[in-house]
């Protein structure tokens, strides 16, 4: 893991390891039970200054305006094609959802997919000027690689959208479609006008894997408690206590943002002004001190962030 | 696959393998597209005079008794308790909604996990007097094996309770828990009175797994169209439909009970008067035809169907 700097985390990850494959150690777990579980945004990506989701539903809004006059005029689309910062700012729960219900359903998975990638492939991140898919975290690749190089199966359990992170994580993460749990749309089994078979994303949410949500999508996806789990909000926070709750050896880990310089800073627990919403809270710090999970300072435990950082 | 005898079933698997795991055919399919999956009730295991599962719930009722004297009087389950055979056969809906919610909900996943494998270690099928797991179809296991010594993942996807058949799908059939698709209930994190995170059965159904619900239901699980699939009724249809309309070598079959001797007979396509309520309709059998799927003859395509038998 050429990418940590020696200290508590980059320890906590070769300790864990070395117990948990070494077969004569008590702690030792089976090929079959090594389980692995990664939050996206904000853990092995970038999150702010949005979610990528969130863009990419922005940018799909733009895309889409010529066929539809009527967004000239009519909220929330009107504060999206005229670029109202203030107002999209001020956008309710169900303004987004509208905005994503109007991109991202009424199509089939498959045609989605081709959207989304067609998407990943030009989008630049608004502060980088990166491609997407260069603002993953280079140690976190590292860690998923050094646990799937010791047996370990390594999950995606993302808040994001399930057919969204699934349109690139095999070339991002080199994690197939099978291993990504994440928020999901109903879809529905139609028939398309050669007869096939083919499913319709409907603007209905299945599973809103956040929070509790987690825990019980890792049972629904895996039917196992994974052995080790990486987050660094809120949102994680039953993943994390799933995790340690099932026993044996376990390894939680929460991604502190505290480096402002190289990405960004938030979260009461940073000791820094805050400069975003942090959804990093003093609660989840406490609980990570108190039961012992490891929390990795992006400015002193990474050595680099980004593969393409010099 | 020494259970099968030769003739067009078995050549039409032994020709999908060869064709999809060579690399110089052009239907090869790349060792991370190999998914075949296979309904259970009446395609891997027997599925007469009635599910697996309802005999668990109504086995569970006769266990829970004791403890809810009103049963006696108190409808569905003074029907249960008092063995009465023309009652049970008028339940409804409704009251076989009520039957599993009493037996399968509002415990934890691994509380659930134990009394289904303790159900599963000592109940015997009522015809042949043979426990569960012995009810699986050997022809079928050799299926399995033969694609996965290919490189196929092996799902089962069942209208059947996902956690009732994780619980024994392991040693059944030698498939892991992530692997199986299935009806599932919504479940509830919760902390236990040690403060750790478990998850509670509900008694609400989040996944029908069935009919549409199993394309539906492929793409959630697995994000990428089997290959292969396996069924015996119309419950299977979308199934199969979804998997032929992915396109390349596809592999479709359905198992036809025609066996009065060895196993059970129904379904008007058997020919056979009908036993039991078929759920293998003659408008299967006739989209069977049309598509090219391959029907499995148990009568005269298995050799053995049952491990035991000699």
Do not use: C
Request: hydrophobic residues 35%; proline residues 6%; neutral net charge.
């Amino acid at each position: 893991m050429p990418s940590w700097n020696d200290g508590p985390a980059k320890q906590a990850i070769l300790d864990f390891v070395k117990t948990t494959t070494d077969k004569t150690n008590p702690k030792f777990i089976a090929p079959e039970d090594r389980i692995a579980t990664f939050d996206q945004d904000g853990t092995t990506w970038v999150e702010q200054p949005m979610y990528s989701q969130v863009l990419f539903a922005l940018d799909r809004v733009g895309e889409m305006a010529p066929q539809h006059p009527e967004w000239k005029t009519k909220m929330p689309f009107k504060a999206i094609v005229t670029g109202d910062k203030e107002a999209m700012s001020k956008f309710s729960m169900k303004d987004i959802e509208l905005v994503f219900a109007t991109t991202s359903t009424g199509m089939t998975t498959e045609a989605f997919q081709t959207i989304t990638q067609d998407w990943m492939a030009k989008a630049k991140h608004p502060k980088f000027d990166k491609p997407y898919p260069q603002m993953v975290y280079q140690p976190m690749l590292e860690v998923m690689k050094y646990l799937r190089d010791n047996g370990y199966r390594t999950y995606i359990v993302t808040g994001g959208g399930q057919g969204f992170v699934r349109s690139y994580a095999q070339t991002v993460y080199g994690i197939p479609p099978e291993q990504i749990v994440g928020s999901a749309l109903d879809t529905k089994y139609q028939y398309n006008k050669e007869g096939q078979g083919v499913l319709l994303r409907e603007p209905k949410l299945l599973l809103n894997n956040n929070n509790a949500g987690k825990a019980e999508d890792i049972y629904l996806f895996i039917g196992k408690r994974p052995h080790a789990a990486f987050g660094n909000t809120a949102g994680d926070q039953q993943m994390l206590e799933y995790t340690q709750a099932g026993g044996g050896a376990n390894l939680e880990m929460l991604v502190l943002h505290d480096d402002v310089a190289r990405e960004f800073a938030y979260g009461p627990a940073t000791g820094l002004p805050d400069t975003k919403v942090g959804t990093f809270s003093q609660a989840l710090y406490d609980e990570a001190k108190a039961k012992g999970w490891t929390v990795i300072s992006m400015k002193n435990d990474w050595k680099q962030i980004f593969a393409w950082e010099k």
